[in-house]
């Protein structure tokens, strides 16, 4: 296979994953959250190295990492409309 065309297929490919993500942000908030804390929990644990732990703190959701709770706009997706 050509390489010019091996790199369209990754770039297509990186295009229609990053695409993927944003739609799974806007439309399932609650669901992305998990998936977020269940991809984050095991870099996060104790005994990691520290350059893994640091990858879990970048996956996790805002205030996980730091051990804080959720707020009420996190734990409903963050529309901002609660009052």
């Known amino acids: ?35 977020r804390i269940a991809m984050a929990l095991p870099l996060l644990r104790e005994g990691r190295p520290a350059w893994l732990r640091g990858i879990g703190r970048v996956v996790a959701p805002a205030g996980m990492a730091q051990g ?13 409309n609660c009052d």
């Open 68 to 80: 804080g709770g959720a707020s009420r706009s996190d734990a409903c997706g963050g529309c901002s």
């Open 1 to 35: 296979m050509d390489t010019g065309l091996v790199i369209q297929y990754v770039v297509i490919a990186l295009a229609v994953l990053a695409s993927a993500g944003v739609v799974m942000k806007k439309q399932f908030p609650g669901a992305t959250r998990r998936l």
